[in-house]
């Protein structure tokens, strides 16, 4: 059987191929996207640049949700595809993707992307109370705007009352990132990370920190890095890729389905203050029934991994 493209060179060689890979993939993807969506929308996007930042407009929604699932394809899930295949000629087996794990660690996956929130909120509070040195205050300045128009455009996504709205939504802020976001930083880049550097712990860091930095939102990388951090020791412990998928997903559906309700005026607050409390000591029990529920799925993983 012949030897994939790949298949036996370094590990430096194999993560600077991805990363040209990640960036060729993205760039060809979001052109023929660009291109398609001109006619789609009938739009000329080349022209119109002010009219995408006009949040207010129904079909300038419609076309950011269409370049962002374009995007999903582009940066996110074609590039770990190609990758595993590049590697080992399997992209099945190299992402992980054939691997099944219990019920009952999904279960608990399910039970720790809830029992987390108050925890994750509690980062995500310290993280925007953050304060650059002053020399540093037109960077901070850049940040906050970028922060700030992330926000804006969030907000523009989740604002839905409709059903149809809604499954889009759901199709493209849950399910296309979680498998996506999934696919390349645990099944690709953390892997990668791990052949070369022979250390899973700091692979896993390393993998987490790109996630939190890839949003571009520094008043967000604090709790976003550590959830970066939960999915790739879930996927660690499991072998299988679909456990992080999974609790990626909850996490998202949840901000989706909070916001439908609270759009439709079935319940009040927004997804941005689900689960979030000051009361230390209910972030501190967050904290450790989080911990108890992990080192569950770490020994049900390792009997697996054992069995």
């Given at each position: 059987?012949?030897t994939?493209?790949?298949?036996?060179?370094?590990?430096?060689?194999?993560?600077?191929?991805?990363?040209?890979?990640?960036?060729s993939?993205?760039?060809?993807?979001?052109?023929?996207?660009?291109?398609?969506?001109?006619?789609?929308?009938?739009?000329?996007?080349?022209?119109?640049?002010?009219?995408?930042?006009?949040?207010?407009?129904?079909l300038?929604?419609?076309?950011?949700?269409?370049?962002q699932?374009?995007?999903?394809?582009?940066?996110?899930?074609?590039?770990?595809?190609?990758?595993?295949?590049f590697?080992?000629?399997?992209s099945?087996?190299?992402?992980?993707?054939?691997?099944?794990?219990?019920?009952?660690?999904?279960?608990?996956?399910?039970?720790?992307?809830?029992?987390?929130?108050?925890?994750?909120?509690?980062?995500?509070?310290?993280?925007?109370?953050?304060r650059?040195?002053?020399?540093f205050?037109?960077?901070?300045?850049?940040?906050?705007?970028?922060?700030?128009?992330?926000?804006?455009?969030?907000?523009?996504?989740?604002?839905?009352n409709?059903?149809?709205?809604?499954?889009?939504?759901?199709?493209?802020i849950?399910i296309?990132?979680?498998?996506?976001?999934?696919?390349?930083?645990?099944?690709?880049?953390?892997?990668?990370?791990?052949?070369w550097?022979?250390?899973?712990?700091?692979?896993?860091?390393?993998?987490?920190?790109?996630f939190?930095?890839?949003?571009?939102?520094?008043?967000?990388?604090?709790?976003?890095?550590?959830?970066?951090?939960?999915?790739?020791?879930?996927?660690?412990w499991?072998?299988?890729?679909w456990?992080?998928?999974?609790?990626?997903?909850?996490?998202?559906?949840?901000?989706?389905?909070?916001?439908?309700?609270?759009?439709?005026?079935?319940?009040?607050g927004?997804?941005?203050?689900?689960g979030?409390?000051?009361?230390?000591f209910?972030?501190?029990?967050?904290?450790?029934?989080?911990?108890?529920?992990?080192?569950?799925?770490?020994?049900?993983?390792?009997?697996r991994?054992?069995?």
């Amino acid at each position: 059987m012949k030897t994939a493209l790949f298949g036996n060179q370094s590990p430096v060689t194999r993560l600077i191929f991805a990363i040209l890979l990640i960036i060729s993939s993205f760039l060809v993807t979001f052109i023929l996207g660009v291109l398609l969506a001109i006619p789609i929308f009938n739009v000329d996007l080349f022209n119109s640049f002010a009219a995408i930042s006009d949040y207010s407009n129904p079909l300038t929604i419609a076309l950011l949700k269409y370049l962002q699932i374009i995007q999903s394809f582009g940066l996110f899930i074609l590039p770990p595809i190609l990758a595993g295949y590049f590697f080992e000629k399997n992209s099945i087996g190299y992402l992980k993707i054939n691997q099944s794990s219990k019920p009952l660690i999904y279960f608990l996956v399910l039970v720790v992307m809830f029992a987390a929130l108050p925890l994750i909120n509690g980062m995500v509070s310290f993280n925007e109370e953050m304060r650059l040195p002053e020399f540093f205050k037109g960077i901070e300045n850049w940040m906050r705007s970028t922060e700030d128009e992330a926000a804006r455009l969030t907000e523009a996504f989740m604002k839905v009352n409709s059903a149809g709205g809604f499954v889009i939504n759901m199709i493209m802020i849950a399910i296309l990132p979680a498998i996506g976001e999934e696919f390349l930083f645990r099944g690709l880049l953390q892997r990668l990370f791990n052949e070369w550097i022979k250390n899973i712990h700091i692979a896993i860091f390393i993998a987490a920190f790109l996630f939190g930095a890839m949003h571009l939102q520094f008043y967000g990388i604090l709790p976003r890095m550590m959830l970066g951090v939960l999915f790739g020791y879930l996927f660690y412990w499991s072998g299988s890729i679909w456990i992080p998928v999974f609790a990626h997903f909850v996490n998202n559906a949840s901000a989706v389905i909070i916001s439908y309700l609270a759009t439709r005026g079935l319940i009040s607050g927004g997804y941005e203050d689900f689960g979030a409390t000051d009361n230390l000591f209910l972030i501190a029990g967050s904290f450790v029934f989080t911990g108890v529920l992990l080192i569950l799925v770490y020994r049900i993983g390792r009997d697996r991994h054992h069995g």
